[in-house]
């Protein structure tokens, strides 16, 4: 499966941004997806995953209540709803899926990656 991230921008503190994560192939139920962000000089760090029919969602502490992600498997797509924005949001988002029916938040567990889109967040 190839993955295509898209959305990011510059935003105000306490704005919104609405990245998607845009699938090929046919079988994109088959896989679980998850979002990771990756600011200058840290480690790729987990921020939320959803199910293969977008039924479970798990978020990292620091986005729970602010970010929402979604599925639409007839589109190809997963979204992260991102309101609330702070400063620390500010990163490289990438969105990432694999097969295996392992729930993990770990990026090493996941096989494909899209190329990142940056979200910039100003105080």
């Known amino acids: 499966v190839q993955l295509q991230a898209s959305g990011g921008g510059l935003v105000q503190a306490g704005g919104s941004l609405r990245l998607s994560c845009a699938a090929s192939g046919r079988t994109f139920s088959a896989y679980r997806v998850g979002w990771f962000r990756q600011a200058p000089g840290k480690e790729r760090r987990f921020v939320a995953r959803i199910s293969r029919q977008g039924g479970i969602t798990y978020y990292a502490n620091s986005v729970k209540g602010r970010f929402t992600i979604s599925r639409d498997n007839a589109k190809n797509t997963v979204d992260l709803q991102m309101n609330s924005l702070k400063p620390e949001d500010t990163a490289v988002y990438y969105c990432?899926?694999?097969?295996?029916?392992?729930?993990?938040?770990?990026?090493?567990?996941?096989?494909?990656w899209g190329q990142g889109t940056q979200v910039t967040v100003s105080s």
């Open positions: 990432a899926a694999d097969i295996s029916l392992r729930a993990t938040d770990r990026p090493d567990e996941y096989q494909y």
